[in-house]
Nanobody, 114 residues
Framework: QVQLVESGGGLVQAGGSLRLSCEASEGPSEFYVVHWYRQRDEKQRELVAVISKWNFTKYSDAVRGRFTITQDSAKPLVFLQMNTLMPEDTGVYSC????????WGQGTQVTVSS
């Protein structure tokens, strides 16, 4: 079973940047698609960005142009670069690794202060 380790969350001022990482270890780590989701307060979890094994990417309207999802060419590691952060980006960000199995990360808190 693939294990995911997420990192990179934290507290940042509005306008700042953070880079989240989602790294797979143990088990078959090749993926077909990796998704980044976020959950803000009591709202429903929303899909933020997606990257496929072949580098196809897609973004939600709320983050397009500010966030960039990429993958490392040598390791099972996906990044979410978040720029021009806004208070409404605050939430718990989780990655979902879809390969031989579908695995979720533990989530990392992102807090953007105004």
């Amino acid at each position: 079973q693939v294990q995911l380790v997420e990192s990179g969350g934290g507290l940042v001022q509005a306008g700042g940047s953070l880079r989240l990482s989602c790294e797979a270890s143990e088990g078959p780590s090749e993926f077909y698609v990796v998704h980044w989701y976020r959950q803000r307060d009591e709202k429903q979890r929303e899909l933020v960005a997606v990257i496929s094994k072949w580098n196809f990417t897609k973004y939600s309207d709320a983050v397009r142009g500010r966030f960039t999802i990429t993958q490392d060419s040598a390791k099972p590691l996906v990044f979410l670069q978040m720029n021009t952060l806004m208070p409404e980006d605050t939430g718990v960000y989780s990655c979902r690794w879809s390969g031989a199995s579908d695995v979720w990360g533990q989530g990392t808190q992102v807090t953007v202060s105004s």
